[in-house]
């Protein structure tokens, strides 16, 4: 079965919404929005690493 983005838009713009349509719509919004979320927590845990390891640095070098 093909996925409903590879029909072309003018298959997609005939008749009213259907509460399936609906629902489908926001299955694919919240699995985008916990892609989003954990690629933000990524990029946190390495900022988090980088500013840690830059720390550790400094202060090696601060002792030596």
């Known amino acids: 079965m093909p996925d409903h983005r590879d029909r072309p838009a003018s298959a ?3 008749g ?3 509460c399936s ?3 489908r719509v926001r299955e694919d919004v919240d699995e985008a929005h916990a892609r989003s979320v954990r690629t933000q927590q990524v990029s946190l845990e390495r900022d988090r690493q980088r500013v840690a390891s830059r720390a550790a640095e400094d202060k090696k070098d601060a002792h030596t």
């Open 12 to 14: 997609m713009a005939h």
């Open 16 to 18: 009213p919404a259907k």
């Open 21 to 23: 349509d609906i629902e």
